[in-house]
């Protein structure tokens, strides 16, 4: 009992140092990449400075991390446990009388450790740094302003040339509601501003509702400055957003952490919104620990087999196409899930449990074998 606990340490060693190598390996190819991309768009822009670029790229790794997380537990998994057979030491406990299941449950501790440390910490600080990096995008690379849902309320900002050329309008609404069909918002406050920030025309209005083409508010009053308020009833302000797009212009599931999710799906569907991408992304994140210990399990079951078999790259191979596969149908079913064709937590949770039933079988084979 004492041998098999002290191997099980000494391998749960070795997988750990393997799969951290692994992870920060691909999360610095990945950053390379994107600091690349990051790189070509800024050159279309003259005034945006080069350093926004390693800002940007910076505020992604976390989110990278957890991105690649799964592979990089398999890959690292595959490495570590390849080493291991190579030198005889996991054939040498396997012929002591110590089973798979016994050296495993370290290695599987950890990568249950490491999906967990990912979702219940890495997650937050990556929602942190990813919502930075989607606001220096909005207001430096992407034409439109950002728009925000937040504690019920909206914020919207978005070029105005109605007034001014280069002038900005700031909508802010106290609530907002989809009904049949149509965006309406209370409590709206309606800012317009010069290209020097300096406003122009403020307008109040108690109700409103997004038109074609254009914001509709009711018994508006405007107010210039150095004049006294006006009443001017219907007060319309030309915009490119619509329902759609204002949708989908929500804070991203990215951008929040696994403890804020909740709640801000709970404060979409009592708006009457979708929140079908932002509770597929959640139950992504509860799955991510188990994933973890899946893909644990499946670089086991493709790098045990004793070289002395032959038929060791096959087998590599094998297990890197499988985790492969599996990214491709967890993919799917992310579709299928946001497409309503398909519930949330099943478009979740079906390919973590396809996974572990495929490296279950391996590994009983393997113990069979």
Request: charged share 15%; with cysteine.
């Amino acid at each position: 009992m004492t041998v098999s606990v002290t191997l099980s340490f000494y391998i749960a060693r070795q997988f750990m140092l393997a799969v951290m190598a692994m992870i920060l390996s691909l999360t610095g190819l990945v950053s390379l990449f994107d600091f690349i991309d990051l790189l070509r768009r800024v050159a279309t822009r003259p005034n945006v400075p080069t350093s926004l670029v390693s800002e940007i790229a910076f505020l992604h790794i976390p989110y990278f991390m957890i991105e690649i997380l799964p592979f990089g537990v398999l890959l690292g998994g595959i490495v570590c446990f390849w080493r291991l057979t190579r030198s005889s030491e996991l054939i040498v406990a396997r012929a002591a009388g110590i089973s798979a299941w016994q050296f495993l449950t370290g290695p599987l501790a950890c990568a249950l450790l490491i999906g967990a440390l990912a979702t219940g910490g890495l997650s937050p600080l990556s929602s942190v740094m990813y919502r930075r990096a989607e606001t220096l995008d909005h207001v430096y690379l992407r034409s439109g302003g950002p728009l925000n849902l937040a504690d019920g309320a909206l914020w919207i900002r978005q070029a105005d040339n109605g007034l001014v050329p280069h002038g900005v309008a700031i909508l802010h609404a106290r609530a907002v509601h989809l009904q049949d069909g149509v965006l309406r918002i209370s409590g709206v406050s309606l800012f317009r501003l010069d290209d020097a920030d300096r406003m122009i025309l403020r307008a109040e209005a108690p109700t409103g509702h997004l038109g074609n083409g254009e914001w509709v508010l009711d018994e508006t009053r405007t107010i210039r400055p150095d004049r006294l308020p006006i009443q001017v009833g219907r007060f319309t302000l030309p915009t490119e957003l619509t329902l759609s797009r204002v949708q989908e212009s929500f804070a991203s599931p990215d951008t929040l952490s696994v403890w804020a999710l909740p709640g801000f799906i709970s404060l979409l569907e009592r708006s009457g919104f979708s929140s079908i991408r932002h509770r597929l992304h959640f139950q992504s994140l509860l799955t991510l620990p188990i994933l973890a210990g899946t893909m644990a399990l499946v670089a086991a079951g493709f790098s045990m087999r004793p070289t002395r078999r032959g038929g060791v790259a096959r087998m590599v191979f094998g297990g890197v196409a499988a985790g492969f596969a599996l990214f491709t149908v967890s993919k799917v079913a992310a579709q299928f899930g946001e497409s309503g064709a398909m519930p949330p937590i099943l478009a979740a949770w079906a390919p973590t449990g396809a996974g572990l039933c495929l490296a279950v079988s391996l590994l009983l084979h393997l113990e069979d074998g």
